[in-house]
């Protein structure tokens, strides 16, 4: 059976803490799915449980990443390899509510192209997580909100569910950290195209340490914070926006110089 849903889950040495997380998500998604374990290398330490994890459960697959190590390239790794009209991204660390997988993927079947797991609309909560971090992404999903009409407030939340065939055509720039949510929900605001959200309880990690590095990942956050604010682009403008990003990475062709002397 054709899944109707892929899960993406990019992992970097989660080793035994994914197990509690992956028993809750198996559990709470209900519609046909395909979860993808996406790890950078073959000695990740979360691979032994994934591959145990995948002997248990057909739905699970552990996939190595090869576009390039961090969560961008994991996350854009995961996309194009589901089988899904639909992808959900969702972290390893337990701070996502699994049940709420399936009410996201069915708002993209509905129509819309992103569907985010607000913590800063009615009823959404965020609990722990430093301070800092927490205050500047309340800012600018509410900021995002009032000022573009963008359909969430919470649009630097990694646990959004996508259209495929969107992400496909507007293609992925992102690939140093977790700004990919960002990204399309920019993207979708700039394209006119319709984003929604639902209320979610983020509760911070309670084993392993975070990845998430602030300095590291806060310029290509107000990167597309700014792009949010621009006229419209049809999604071939877009498409052709992120082809010439990739080229532009491409090593150039050495070029061979004859010797006439």
């Not at 293609?171 to 959200?197: D, H, M, N, Q, Y």
Request: net charge positive; hydrophobic share 40%.
């Amino acid at each position: 059976m054709k899944p109707r849903v892929t899960v993406v889950i990019p992992v970097y040495n989660e080793g035994d803490a994914i197990l509690p997380h992956m028993e809750r998500l198996l559990r709470d998604v209900t519609l046909p799915a395909e979860i993808l374990i996406v790890h950078d290398t073959p000695d990740d330490t979360t691979v032994p449980y994934a591959e145990k994890l995948a002997m248990a459960d057909s739905r699970v697959r552990p996939v190595l990443n090869t576009y390039g190590r961090g969560p961008a390239n994991a996350i854009r790794f995961g996309i194009d390899a589901a089988l899904a009209p639909v992808a959900v991204v969702t972290m390893a660390d337990g701070c996502d509510d699994p049940r709420q997988i399936d009410t996201l993927a069915m708002l993209v079947e509905r129509g819309v192209v992103v569907a985010a797991a607000s913590r800063y609309m009615p009823s959404g909560q965020q609990v722990g997580g430093p301070r800092l971090k927490r205050l500047l992404s309340r800012w600018a999903g509410r900021s995002l909100y009032q000022m573009t009409r963008v359909g969430t407030q919470d649009a630097t939340n990694s646990f959004k569910a996508y259209s495929t065939d969107f992400v496909r055509q507007v293609g992925i720039e992102s690939r140093v950290g977790f700004e990919i949510g960002l990204e399309l929900t920019a993207k979708a605001c700039r394209a006119r195209l319709p984003v929604a959200e639902i209320p979610t309880i983020w509760l911070d990690r309670q084993l392993g340490e975070s990845h998430f590095d602030m300095g590291r990942f806060l310029p290509s956050y107000l990167r597309w914070y700014r792009f949010a604010y621009g006229k419209r682009l049809t999604l071939e403008q877009l498409g052709a926006r992120a082809k010439r990003a990739e080229a532009a990475e491409m090593p150039a062709r050495p070029v061979a110089i004859e010797n006439n002397s």
